[in-house]
RNA sequence: UCCUCAGUAGCUCAACGGUAGAGCAUUCGGCUGUUAACCGAAGGGUUGUAGGUUCGAAUCCUACCUGAGGAGCCA
C-alpha cells in the first residue's frame, strides 16, 4: 500500500486477479514506445511485465510528458486500472492513472543494455544488469526452482542437511588442483572440491544426509561446462551401496525435473526450451557397464581402450541416440578416487557410476560405493601415495561402526545448463566465476 | 597449459593496401495501438598496445594485451 493512496499494490503476475480495479505496480522501465498523443511504458516488477497505456488526452499534461520522457530501467510506481487487452503480451494492460519516478536514469549516460544485440563479453562486463533481461530472470527463476526441489527431495526422504566445511586442509581427493588460502601465520588451507570424506562422517551420525554449498576447482578448464565456483549437492548415505545410488538419483533427478516442469512453464517458454525433451525424463533410466559404454564407443568410431575416462565427444556420443540420461558404472579401479569399493567379483572394476545427461549435456552426478575395510583403506592411500596422518579422521570411521555407504554429487550449474538448453554454463549463476574472470 | 579465431563510434557490425561507414542507442522534430514500433535530421573515431614493411596501413608482418571457441582436466 502506498502511503499517499489507498490503492493497493500488487504484482504483475497476479494483476488478472484485479481486471477492473484500480491498483498500483513498482518496477523499472522495461521499454517504452511512443507516439505523439500516447505512449507504452512497459515496467517490469520481477514478476512480470506489464504493458501500461498513456493517453494525453485523458492525463493531467505535466505526468504524460513525464512518461513520454522516462529512460530505459528508470525505477517507477504507476497506478492505473487492469484490463484485459489480447494485444498486450500478458494479456492484460493497466491504463495509467498516476506515477511517480523514483530515479530516472540520465540520458547523457543510459542504460547500457538495449533491447539489441550484444557481445558475449560486453554482457559478461555488465552482468550485474544483465540480470535483469527476461532470459536470465528465466534462468535465475529456472535455478531457484531446482535447488529447492533438490532440498525437498532430500528432506522428504530421511535426509538431513549438515554443511561441510569451505576450509580444508590438504588432501580431499588427491586429484583436482585445489585453490590454496593463506590461514593465519604459516598455514595453508585450501577451497573445497568436495564435502564427501566429510558427508561419511555425518552420515554415520544420522544414517543419511546431505551437503549443499559451492564447491571450487583450480583446474585451468576452459570450457562452456566449466566454472572455478559451482554448487554441488552431495548425499551420503550409511548401510547402502551402488544401487541405492542409481535408485536415489534416478528419483532425484525426475523429481527435479518434474517440479520445473509444474512451476515453470513459463520461464521454459521464454527460453524456448523444448519442454518435451524434458518430459521424455522418466524412469527406468538407461543402464551400461563402463565394458559396454567402450565397446559402444569403439564401435562409433572412438579412440578410447579400456583403462581410459571419457572425453567431452565421448560423453555426446553415449548420449546422443539416448532420450534419457544413462548410468555407466563399475568404472576401471585406476581411473577412479581412492575411496572407491572394488566389486567383489572383479577388484579391476569400482563400484562408481556416473549419469550422463542427453542432449550432450554430459555428466551431472558423479558417486558410487565407498571402502568401508579398514585394511583395505589402509593400502588404497598408501598406493595412492597418500599420508595417512592427513587423513586419520576418515581413516577412524573405519575404525568405529564401519558399515558399507554410498552417494554422489551432482553438479546444480550444469542440471540448470541441461534443463534450461543453455549453449553455456556461464549463465547458471548470477555471477559466475570462470578462468580469467571474476567481475563482477 | 596447448591449438584456432577475433579486437573499428556507447552497442552490433561493414570497409580487406588508396578520403572511416551503416543499424541500434543518445539529442531534436513528427505520429492515438505500438510489440526489438516507425519516419526525418544531428552529434559521436589516435581502428586493443608497441614496433616494422610501404609513397600510403583498420587492412600486410612481429611481439604483447584482452576476449571467444576447442583440447586436456573435471562436476
Given amino acids: ?80 486500472k487492469i484490463r484485459a487487452e489480447p494485444r498486450a503480451h500478458g494479456g492484460f494492460e493497466m491504463d495509467v492513472e498516476s506515477a511517480e519516478i523514483v530515479q530516472r536514469v540520465p540520458e547523457s549516460d543510459p542504460y547500457p543494455i538495449t533491447p539489441k544485440d550484444h557481445g558475449i563479453d560486453f554482457l559478461m562486463d555488465h552482468r550485474h544488469l544483465w540480470l535483469r ?99 554441488m549437492v552431495e548425499p551420503e548415505m550409511a548401510y547402502a551401496n551402488l544401487e541405492d ?16 516442469l509444474e512451476n515453470r512453464r513459463e520461464d521454459l517458454k521464454a527460453l524456448e526450451r523444448d519442454a518435451s525433451k524434458l518430459e521424455a525424463i522418466k524412469p527406468p533410466f538407461h543402464r551400461m557397464t563402463y565394458d559396454d559404454a567402450v565397446k559402444k564407443l569403439q564401435s562409433k568410431g572412438s579412440e578410447i581402450q579400456w583403462g581410459g575416462d571419457f572425453g567431452n565427444t565421448d560423453e555426446t556420443l553415449l548420449t546422443d541416440d539416448l532420450d534419457r540420461p544413462v548410468m555407466i558404472d563399475r568404472y576401471p579401479t585406476e581411473v577412479k578416487a581412492f575411496y572407491f569399493q572394488p566389486a567383489d567379483d572383479r577388484p579391476e572394476v569400482a563400484l562408481g557410476v556416473d549419469f550422463i545427461a ?29 599420508p595417512r596422518e592427513a587423513f586419520d579422521w576418515y581413516i577412524d570411521l573405519r575404525k568405529y561402526g564401519s558399515v558399507p555407504h554410498a552417494g554422489f554429487g551432482m553438479g546444480v550449474e550444469r542440471f540448470v545448463s541441461w534443463m534450461c538448453g543453455l549453449e553455456h554454463i556461464r549463465e547458471t549463476i548470477a555471477f559466475p566465476r570462470m578462468l580469467y574472470r571474476t567481475r563482477p
Avoid at 511504458?41 to 494525453?56: F, L, N, Y
Avoid at 554443511?163 to 586442509?169: A, G, K, N, Q, V
Avoid at 545410488?245 to 520445473?260: W, Y
Wanted: charged share 30%; with cysteine.
Fill in 358 to 386: 542427453p542432449e550432450g549435456y554430459g555428466e551431472i552426478i558423479g558417486g558410487g560405493q565407498r571402502i568401508h575395510d579398514l585394511d583395505l583403506l589402509l593400502k588404497r592411500l598408501d598406493e595412492h601415495k597418500l
Fill in 245 to 260: 545410488v542409481k535408485r536415489v538419483g534416478e528419483e532425484l533427478i525426475c523429481f527435479v525435473i518434474g517440479r520445473v
Fill in 1 to 80: 500500500m502506498s502511503p499517499e493512496t489507498s490503492v493497493k499494490r500488487v504484482k504483475i503476475a497476479d494483476a488478472g486477479r484485479h481486471v477492473g480495479e484500480s491498483v498500483e505496480i513498482a518496477g523499472w522501465l522495461y521499454n517504452l514506445r511512443r507516439s505523439g498523443k500516447i505512449c507504452f511504458p512497459q515496467v517490469r516488477d520481477g514478476s512480470g511485465i506489464m504493458q501500461c497505456v498513456a493517453v494525453k488526452s485523458a492525463l493531467p499534461e505535466e505526468l504524460f510528458e513525464k512518461l513520454k520522457d522516462l529512460t530505459q530501467e528508470s525505477s517507477l510506481i504507476v497506478r492505473g
Fill in 133 to 231: 533481461s527476461r532470459r536470465q530472470h528465466a534462468i535465475l527463476g529456472v535455478r531457484h526452482e531446482i535447488i529447492k526441489g533438490i532440498r525437498d527431495y532430500f528432506d522428504s526422504n530421511g535426509f538431513v542437511l549438515v554443511d561441510t566445511p569451505i576450509f580444508t586442509p590438504a588432501a580431499c581427493e588427491g586429484t583436482s588442483t585445489l585453490f590454496e588460502v593463506d590461514y593465519f601465520e604459516d598455514e595453508k588451507v585450501y577451497l573445497t572440491q568436495s564435502g564427501q570424506l566429510y558427508n561419511e562422517a555425518t552420515c554415520a551420525s544420522f544414517g543419511k544426509t546431505y551437503c549443499f554449498g559451492p564447491t571450487f576447482r583450480a583446474e585451468k578448464s576452459k570450457t562452456r561446462r566449466h566454472l572455478t565456483e559451482f554448487w
